[in-house]
């Protein structure tokens, strides 16, 4: 939502956020790096090589296992690493988007008396749910969630964004959709969702307060 929008009219009663980069920062410089090397590859490469992998993405649709891509992984870049040192690679990436975070729980404490339900809408596969999950207590904080790993469809496709409407039981010009990534914003609006493009903290809290949820110090509106 950029500043030179018109204030929102209406009110919100549901927030549906993306994990990465809105929840949690996530970091994959080191398993970059680590490819890299074992492949003398350019950093970019092995991004850009991972990113547009059929195995990534039969792994965050949940068609295929965490041992069958770990094994898709050593293949690709030729990795000597023992099945520990791999996993932990692929999976500590993650860390708390503290202001974030802080909203969440500020937010939950008082959601009782507001009425203002929050869930998880994400891109993601088994492995980092896992760990995640088990790492961040937050996550016990939202109402439910969809994982793509659980229901084979990811985010642009409308189809996900459908499934939300109906599990979550949203009115869409009702419901605020946060995501870090322009093309799932943008597919959110099409099907009628209030967005915010968080492109940074500075974007989030922005949208937020355009939409009378966070106050000048990032806490939820009394």
């Known amino acids: 939502m950029s500043p030179t929008e018109p204030a929102p009219e209406g009110k919100i009663r549901a927030i549906v956020f993306d994990i990465g980069q809105v929840i949690l920062q996530v970091d994959f410089s080191k398993a970059v790096q680590t490819f890299a090397a074992a492949r003398a590859m350019e950093p970019l490469a092995v991004i850009d090589a991972i990113s547009r992998s059929p195995e990534l993405e039969s792994y965050d649709r949940g068609r295929m296992s965490c041992d069958d891509f770990y094994a898709a992984l050593r293949s ?4 000597k690493l023992p099945d520990p040192e791999l996993r932990s690679l692929w999976t500590e990436i993650f860390e708390e988007n503290r202001p974030a975070v802080e909203f969440v729980r500020a937010m ?3 959601s009782d008396r507001r009425g203002l339900p929050m869930y998880l ?3 993601t596969c088994r492995s980092h749910v896992e760990r995640f999950e088990a790492d961040y207590d937050v996550f016990t904080l939202f109402d439910d969630r969809i ?6 469809l990811m985010k642009p496709q409308k189809e996900i964004f459908e499934l939300a409407v109906k599990k979550f ?3 869409p010009w009702q419901s605020l959709f946060i995501d870090d990534r322009l093309e799932n914003v943008s597919a959110a609006r099409e099907l009628g969702f209030q967005t915010i493009h968080c492109t940074s903290n500075e974007a989030l809290f922005d949208g937020l307060r355009r939409w009378d949820l966070a106050d ?5 509106v009394e």
């Open 76 to 79: 690709r870049f030729d990795l």
């Open 108 to 110: 939950k404490a008082k």
């Open 121 to 123: 809408l994400s891109n």
């Open 147 to 152: 994982y793509s790993c659980d229901v084979g």
């Open 169 to 171: 039981r949203l009115t």
């Open 216 to 220: 000048e110090h990032g806490l939820p």
